[in-house]
């Protein structure tokens, strides 16, 4: 049975996708707001786009803010059809997502995030452990996300391990959580939707965010006093998350045409991510907020942090996940990012149109749309 309801009159409009006919609306769901970059970039228009070239046969209806089902919940709610196209970080869900998890925590060294994105996508499309892994949660896995580099943004100022020490600090996965724990500070898990008004009521000191979400999403730059510039690698997710009935029904036709689309997808979001970060920074030094550069021994304390993160993760998530041996994916996904940077170099990384034109012929123009995620 299937897991959303379709009339018998859209059932025959989706197996005739591009013939003009018209269909249900679906449900696609993100818990980010709507001015948030993951929202505005990559959902509005990526849905336009495939309203437009599966000649309104598949609409997507965009909710917003978790209003359709929040973050922790975005997994299960694609699969049991709640929603047919969602947002889904692994951060939310590590024990339903270990091998997602596990690269979000290799992320934590990461330092070119559109390399980082593109090899997500990657593995995420191609390696079957990984496949597997959304596929038994009958969701279909198209394209990664990754945010630019994170910083602190706090209330007081922090410079150095002496006053960061008790700190609550917002954080988001695995790695991020171990990092500020070895710093004596504590970690808080909350919902991005949540950080604001955490700030203002002090229930956390600081968040670990990417400099965009200063001024967009959760908007953050508007009550926060200080900023520090400490590189903290970056945060991945999986931007396009499909119902796997949703996705068999609606035939190949309508399948190729989504692929195709969504590496222009993911390109414009990375693009747009990174357009954002001085144009955030800059408005937020306008606001009077304070910059800090971390001293020595934040510095020292990063670096031998970093250090033990690509040769312990893989074990840790075998033995704490109870999973078969993950360090042939984390080497996979190294020697992607490694092969990501080389076929970015020469490549105007501000021309959506040139990325995108590279992420589809190295990844998307071999997905085939008569197998992938049946």
């Keep these: 049975m299937r897991k959303y309801l379709l009339s018998a009159a859209s059932l025959l409009a989706v197996a005739t996708v591009g013939l003009g006919a018209a269909a249900d609306t679906y449900q696609a769901s993100t818990w980010l707001e709507p001015s948030h970059i993951l929202t505005k970039d ?21 909710y917003t803010s978790g209003a359709l ?3 922790q919940t975005t997994l299960s709610g694609v699969g049991d059809g709640v929603a047919q196209l ?37 593995l995420a499309m191609t390696n079957q452990r990984f496949i597997d892994e959304y596929g038994q949660h ?36 695995t790695a991020q959580n171990e990092w500020i724990s070895s710093l004596g500070a504590v970690p808080v898990s909350v919902p991005s939707t ?41 945060s991945l997710g999986i931007t396009y998350v499909y119902n796997k009935n949703f996705w068999n029904d609606i035939g190949p036709e309508a399948r190729r045409k989504i692929l195709d689309l969504t590496a222009r997808g ?46 312990t993760y893989p074990q840790r998530t075998q033995s704490d996940r109870g999973i078969a041996d993950p360090t042939d994916v984390a080497q996979e996904y190294l020697a992607l990012e490694e092969k990501w940077r080389g076929l970015l170099d020469g490549v105007d990384r501000n021309d959506v149109d040139a990325v995108a034109a590279l992420v589809a012929s190295e990844i998307y ?10």
């Excluded at 203002?200 to 520090?228: H, M, Q, W």
């Excluded at 990174?274 to 306008?286: G, I």
């Design 42 to 62: 990559a959902y509005v228009p990526y849905l336009a786009d495939i309203k437009a070239a599966t000649d309104g046969a598949v609409d997507f209806e965009l």
């Design 266 to 311: 993911i390109a414009l979001t990375q693009i747009s991510y990174e357009a954002a970060v001085q144009d955030s920074l800059d408005k937020t030094r306008a606001r009077g907020t304070t910059f800090n550069e971390p001293d020595q021994s934040l510095v020292d304390a990063l670096a031998a942090f970093r250090a033990k993160v690509i040769e």
């Design 138 to 173: 009958g969701t279909v896995v198209l394209g990664a996300y990754s945010t630019p580099t994170y910083l602190f943004a706090c209330m007081s100022d922090i410079t150095s391990t002496d006053n960061i020490r008790g700190k609550k600090i917002r954080t988001a996965g």
């Design 86 to 122: 969602g947002l889904v970080a692994a951060a939310y869900t590590p024990s339903e997502l270990p091998l997602s998890g596990m690269i979000n925590d290799l992320a934590f060294t990461a330092t070119d995030s559109l390399a980082t994105s593109l090899a997500l996508t990657q």
């Design 69 to 71: 089902v929040p973050a």
């Design 365 to 374: 123009s071999k997905i085939d749309e008569n197998s992938y995620g049946l």
């Design 194 to 234: 949540d950080i604001y008004s955490g700030l203002e009521r002090g229930s956390i000191d600081c968040t670990l965010g990417d400099a965009t979400n200063l001024e967009n999403g959760p908007k953050f730059g508007e009550v926060t006093r200080t900023v520090t510039l400490l590189d903290q690698g970056t």
